[in-house]
């Protein structure tokens, strides 16, 4: 009982930055680190350590080059951990990935995040607004507390 | 010496700092965001349920060379601080003729050496094993030993520990010029402090050194040992987010998390314990005393807390002027102690 | 400093190499620095990690849709890359249309300049350790987007060219021209305040004075652009050669001396209040015409091109269409890949601590970053240069 009131009550979140167009990165920043919209007051800390943190925010689609460093710091943070794309690019690519003329879409992309490493909430919208980062991610701290 | 209150303060008084020092790091986050125009996290947030949550975390293996001596550097810590304020308590008095400053002095210097330890064995994914394809392409550079963040902040602990500390021992002295004895209980006593009958309207019949011209100079002095001692904002260059992230704790996962954030806390309740015994006479004994003792120690952190909202991180080239500026104010401060 | 290549590897002890995670990197890049007892010696700046091949993605689209994806390569400079490449459309197929609409792309232009300038400055706060000021520009920057979701429907991606003039979401009318009024009075206060408290804070102005310092004969020769030329005192400014300003507007180029930090930082602060001078002149004398013209046709275009100044230095566009619309030959280049380029020589001889600063005083946007295609004429062919290829043309000589 006391492992799920302490879980609920103090959440770390930290932010990936892979390929995408930084729109997402900054309302990520205008979310948690803006007076206006603060996260922090909503139980949520902001961290850069993945030691220390329980939530894995990632923006951008995922390149072959930056894939093996997300992978090394996915692998880093201590279960229970989850994770939450952000943006339509992080989800299935964007329109890096899915849009195309004559040589076809981007060679260099793999994709959406869940290519890489499993992924718990989606988030889309391009970029989506800071009020609709903050609600899915006091929505998916419930799914934190359930695991064993 | 009575045997049974000398058995219930040891049991006790670190149970109570322990207990306190929960609510420190959770003040000073609240009046930072306040003074940043936001409502911050709750009070018992960064104090109590982060490290409750660490506890329940998946235990992980640190990638270091010797994992359990780096896992065990919390734990010391910890036990440091309360043999401190163990030493301040008036039972321990006469046990072995430790209760004196140079005893706090000394193993306030172990604490620091604890940062150079805990730096050489830590070696996390974000500095030098973040998998990147760069050795191939080349440099006009080849053959350069790679350093991790961690090895940079046990650099900067060490310049720390030889300029920056001077204030925090000056700040310790200044009461000792003015009460002419390095023992703590006489110092206490000098302010008129005595263990036996002590009740709250006793508070009144104190002359404490702060309200002098030397204690007030003594009191700037050591507060500027306190910021460096704890590490905040003028003076955290040492684990600042510009460039080594959190230096030399990026390894600590899980339950050894807790640990650091505890000893980190008691640091910051402990450190501000003896600036009240020291210069309000009012030492952490387990009677009515402590309840002023606690309300009082509760404004070393409230200031730091303001002054590290309105300051930047300073590199050394501000550091060893500001370090030498105000160890000089700690000389003026003993000579006029002496006059 | 001055020293050779020799020298430079004698002297530095160790590498530190900031990763593509880092807390004090905006974007994912790689800096490796070269150290001797704290002071940085050499840089590697490695900035392929962001690359997605827009303009492979960009070949034999139709041009209404490939033109948004133009808005996409950026998120922080989105209007600026759209009108430039609607403009080379334009200008290619002689495309005429109506000065409002040039008003109000203009109106977009310097909101944009605005945010991003504020952005840069919390941004440069929260790497110099001062949260305190890092949170009251982003709270400064706020009513900015606010103003540009009631503008255009969306606060980053705000899509306000056509090809033809304007969209008409995007039409000011009077409530609109009230509210960017109000704004912008509160605005200009607001930042006028913040830099008064900002300069007279001793402790940040010894921070960022005397570090990072980027002569003027070596900023030309590497390739600084925007705000980073012009702080080492060279006045030029892609606006006095794009016809929509010069005819219509009447504002001041910002010049600074010093080359280092601090004047960088203060360029983007007074470029943020002329911008708001800009503003208040178009919509003061707003034309009152449609806001789009459709009356156009897309067939063969040759090649042209266009120029503009987006909040970090010049960008240059420039395409062909086939008889079908179709884009051939994409080409877009982007201000910060010189930009970086030119901050690896300003952080040599200075702190490690205060090469994350300079490295983020240059403001990069590295997600602008493309690679450069080159069109070879006499040999009748066309390479793309790899990012070494392009470090090794800006590296410095020996000497």
């Known amino acids: 009982m006391l492992k799920q009131v302490s879980r609920k009550n103090a959440v770390h979140i930290m932010l990936f930055y892979a390929v995408g167009c930084n729109g997402c990165d900054i309302e990520i920043v205008n979310a948690a680190f803006s007076p206006f919209y603060d996260l922090e007051q909503y139980k949520v800390i902001l961290t850069w350590n993945p030691r220390e943190a329980d939530i894995l925010a990632v923006t951008g689609a995922v390149s072959k080059k930056i894939a093996p460093a997300l992978k090394a710091v996915y692998e880093a943070i201590p279960e229970p951990k989850l994770v939450a794309a952000v943006g339509s690019c992080a989800i299935n690519g964007g329109p890096f990935c899915n849009l195309g003329g004559d040589l076809g879409s981007s060679d260099q992309l793999l994709g959406g995040v869940s290519k890489v490493i499993p992924v718990d909430a989606n988030i889309p919208g391009c970029p989506p607004r800071p009020e609709d980062i903050i609600q899915a991610v006091a929505s998916v701290i419930p799914l934190l507390a359930d695991k064993e | 010496m009575n045997w049974t209150q000398f058995i219930l303060a040891t049991i006790f008084v670190p149970i109570i700092a322990f207990a306190v020092s929960t609510w420190v790091p959770g003040i000073m986050r609240k009046i930072q965001a306040r003074i940043q125009m936001r409502i911050g996290p709750p009070v018992l947030l960064p104090g109590f349920w982060s490290v409750l949550k660490f506890f329940f975390k998946k235990r992980i293996d640190p990638v270091s060379p010797l994992p359990r001596l780096y896992h065990s550097i919390p734990v010391i810590g910890i036990f440091l601080m309360f043999f401190i304020i163990l030493l301040t308590n008036p039972e321990w008095r006469d046990v072995l003729g430790l209760a004196t400053l140079v005893a706090i002095a000394g193993l306030v210097k172990v604490e620091e050496t604890l940062y150079i330890v805990m730096g050489n064995l830590s070696d996390s994914v974000l500095s030098v094993r973040m998998p990147y394809p760069d050795m191939v392409s080349g440099s006009t550079m080849k053959a350069k030993v790679r350093r991790n963040f961690e090895k940079i902040s046990v650099t900067r602990a060490f310049k720390f520990i030889t300029v920056g500390s001077f204030p925090l021992y000056l700040g310790l002295f200044v009461p000792a010029m003015i009460a002419g004895s390095i023992g703590i209980m006489s110092i206490a006593n000098y302010q008129g402090f005595y263990s036996d009958g002590f009740t709250l309207k006793s508070i009144f019949d104190l002359n404490p050194l702060i309200f002098s011209v030397p204690g007030i100079i003594g009191a700037i002095v050591y507060f500027a040992g306190y910021l460096v001692i704890i590490n905040e904002y003028p003076f955290s260059i040492m684990h600042t987010k510009a460039d080594v992230i959190e230096g030399p704790t990026l390894e600590y996962a899980a339950t050894a998390r807790a640990g650091y954030y505890l000893m980190r806390e008691t640091t910051m309740f402990v450190m501000s314990s003896i600036f009240v015994t020291l210069y309000f006479g009012i030492p952490p004994a387990l009677s009515w005393a402590m309840i002023p003792h606690v309300i009082l120690a509760m404004i070393l952190p409230v200031l730091a807390a303001i002054v590290s909202a309105f300051t930047p991180v300073l590199t050394f080239r501000q550091v060893y002027p500001m370090s030498l500026g105000f160890s000089a104010l700690g000389v003026i401060g003993v000579i006029v102690a002496v006059l | ?399």
């Open chain 3, 1 to 399: 400093m001055i020293m050779s290549d020799t020298d430079r590897r004698d002297r530095a002890e160790y590498e530190v190499p900031l990763g593509p995670l880092h807390s004090a990197l905006l974007e994912p890049f790689r800096i490796r620095l070269f150290v001797d007892d704290e002071r940085v010696v050499d840089t590697e700046i490695t900035y392929d990690t962001a690359h997605r091949g827009i303009e492979r993605i960009m070949e034999g689209m139709p041009v209404q849709k490939a033109l948004i994806i133009t808005e996409r390569i950026c998120g922080i400079c989105s209007h600026v890359h759209l009108w430039n490449s609607t403009r080379m459309v334009e200008n290619g197929l002689g495309i005429e249309i109506p000065q409002r609409a040039e008003y109000i792309r203009v109106i977009g232009n310097e909101l944009e300049r605005i945010h991003s300038h504020l952005l840069f400055l919390g941004h440069a706060f929260e790497i110099l350790g001062h949260e305190t000021f890092s949170m009251r520009c982003f709270m400064l920057r706020e009513p900015v987007q606010n103003m540009l979701f009631l503008l255009s429907g969306n606060r980053v991606h705000y899509t306000i060219s056509v090809i033809g003039g304007v969209r008409p979401r995007c039409d000011i009318d009077k409530e609109k021209k009230k509210n960017l009024f109000e704004m912008l009075n509160n605005l200009e206060e607001g930042c006028k305040n913040f830099a008064n408290r900002a300069t007279k804070d001793t402790l940040i102005i010894s921070r960022i004075k005397d570090i990072g310092y980027l002569s003027k004969e070596d900023a030309v020769k590497y390739g600084a652009l925007g705000p980073n030329l012009r702080a080492s005192g060279v006045n030029d400014d892609v606006r006095m050669r794009v016809r929509e300003y010069t005819d219509n507007f009447d504002f001041d180029y910002i010049v600074f001396d010093g080359g280092t930090v601090f004047d960088r930082v203060a360029c983007r602060v007074y470029e943020v209040l002329e911008s708001i001078k800009i503003i208040r002149q178009a919509l003061e004398t707003l034309p009152d015409e449609e806001p789009m013209n459709v009356n156009y046709e897309i067939g063969e275009m040759d090649f042209s091109h266009s120029y503009n100044e987006a909040a970090r230095g010049e960008i240059y566009d420039s395409c062909a269409l086939d008889e079908s619309g179709r884009i051939r030959n994409y080409i877009d280049r982007t201000p910060s890949m010189t930009s970086i380029s030119a901050m690896e020589v300003s952080c040599i001889g200075d702190h490690v601590t205060d090469a994350s600063i300079i490295i983020a005083s240059c403001d990069p946007c590295l997600t602008c970053t493309n690679r450069m295609t080159i069109v070879d004429e006499k040999k009748n062919k066309e390479y793309i240069l790899s990012p070494e290829e392009v470090k090794r043309m800006t590296r410095r000589r020996k000497v």
